[in-house]
């Protein structure tokens, strides 16, 4: 972490400041509206503490939904000129490791004063939004207001149930109306979802690994894939960083951008569609890539995600970007939109606490708290950090998979390409679900290449998995 310029621990400053705060933000005050005793829910990761969003829905008599999602208002008690806002700009996201997690806040303030926990009245910003039946958002706004989680819920539960594979939650059984909430807040979810897919969104489906310990002992990496309720909980966190995006927009006020460019390796996902027998267009069509993903996800679920990952690696890391009024900025290739944002989790990454700060300011009609030159650097260092944070983990990752592999050295693996350059070729394997680098045999290879590949070394200090691709049996 202190190589790729994160500062893993708070200095005596931050903790200093940190101590002097005596409790969560007021929930009162003109500009604050009262919605306390609407039946609000957070679904996150079952030993997550630091929640950035609660939402509800509420059916109208015109057959639309109104959602709201409440987000913590941690610029409350993080001030710009602040120790706390300084350490938290440095690093710029919080980093989540195989070992160890490094929050962007001290856990004081992003698990307790800022999160917004069960049973507590907290203050937060809204987006608000209005949706038809085919997931049109048509209306929205938003507002601050003071808000209480009802009931603090888990992924993997709440998705069982509701894909008819488990009981009704025990927070959900204990919160009279809260079943119903969720399953109308999981029918706009999927209404959101299909119309994005509609407009040429891309369905890609990955395997992220799972560290599994027995007590301190690391004894496996298992791939994890999204279910329904993180399903349900991104699509809503979308529609609401869109709807972000479009009230500054509205209001004349600058904005940090989420952008994905238009992918740059457009020749190789057309030769990845010709391998399967599928022509694509010469130029990047978004709608096209879709109709090959969905089609290939619905031939061969089993190896979609390896494609998916292919694509992924291929269009590239999205960035941050200053959307300046009268000035076209490109929008975000994979998920099909031309406006869009980070604003859904402050306590998490600093990208999103400039944006609240900048709407907060706009709400007000008040003049925007950073410069165009600051918010230029700003955007930059953001998504230079958030690179950094994935190298980091992906470093951490690889130790921890160097620890399990290292009795195997000499086994042969099925794997797939994940990237090839003149840094070098790596090669995912699948069990345990593993990156590591091809040191011989790579003429020829790239990205998407199925390939049987031979372990050949590993170091756990260094992060290091050697494969040796096996002659006679590759791309």
Request: glycine share 8%.
């Amino acid at each position: 972490m202190l190589e790729r310029g994160f500062q893993p621990d708070f200095g005596a400053d931050v903790l200093a400041e940190l101590g002097a705060i005596p409790g969560p933000a007021a929930t009162q005050g003109s500009s604050i509206r009262d919605l306390r005793g609407l039946l609000w829910a957070s679904v996150d990761n079952d030993d997550s503490l630091d929640l950035d969003q609660v939402s509800v829905a509420e059916s109208q008599a015109d057959g639309k939904v109104k959602v709201l999602v409440a987000i913590a208002d941690v610029d409350a008690l993080v001030g710009r000129a602040s120790a706390l806002n300084a350490r938290a700009q440095q690093n710029a996201t919080s980093v989540y490791t195989v070992a160890q997690v490094f929050p962007m806040l001290p856990e004081r303030l992003s698990t307790d004063l800022t999160s917004l926990r069960e049973g507590q009245e907290r203050p937060a910003v809204v987006v608000e939004m209005e949706t038809d039946s085919d997931g049109v958002v048509v209306g929205s706004d938003l507002y601050r207001a003071a808000v209480v989680n009802h009931a603090k819920l888990a992924y993997h539960a709440v998705a069982a149930w509701l894909a008819g594979q488990g009981p009704v939650p025990p927070r959900v059984a204990a919160v009279p109306g809260l079943a119903d909430q969720l399953r109308l807040q999981d029918r706009v979810a999927q209404a959101l979802r299909a119309r994005r897919f509609h407009h040429g969104a891309l369905t890609l489906q990955t395997t992220e690994p799972q560290a599994v310990f027995d007590g301190d002992t690391l004894t496996d990496l298992q791939p994890r894939q999204q279910n329904r309720a993180e399903a349900l909980i991104e699509d809503l966190m979308i529609a609401a960083n869109g709807v972000t995006a479009r009230y500054l927009e509205a209001q004349g006020a600058p904005a940090f951008r989420r952008v994905l460019p238009v992918p740059e390796r457009w020749d190789r996902i057309v030769e990845l569609a010709a391998g399967f027998g599928e022509r694509l267009p010469g130029t990047p069509d978004a709608a096209a890539l879709e109709a090959f993903l969905a089609k290939r996800q619905q031939a061969d679920p089993l190896r979609f995600p390896d494609l998916s990952l292919s694509v992924i690696k291929l269009l590239g890391p999205g960035e941050y970007v200053v959307d300046v009024p009268g000035r076209q900025v490109q929008g975000h290739f994979a998920l099909a939109v031309t406006a869009y944002t980070h604003s859904t989790a402050p306590n998490r990454r600093f990208a999103d606490l400039v944006t609240q700060r900048l709407l907060k300011a706009a709400m007000v009609s008040g003049p925007a708290p950073y410069g165009l030159d600051e918010l230029q650097a700003l955007a930059q260092h953001c998504t230079e950090q958030e690179d950094n944070a994935r190298r980091v983990e992906r470093q951490v990752q690889k130790a921890a998979a160097a620890l399990l592999l290292q009795r195997r050295v000499g086994e042969r693996f099925e794997g797939v390409i994940t990237g090839a350059s003149e840094k070098g070729t790596w090669v995912r394997i699948v069990r345990p679900q593993v990156e590591g680098r091809v040191v011989r045999g790579i003429q020829g290879l790239d990205v998407g290449d199925r390939v049987n590949v031979e372990l050949v070394g590993t170091n756990a200090a260094q992060g290091f998995i050697d494969f040796a691709r096996v002659d006679g049996r590759g791309a």
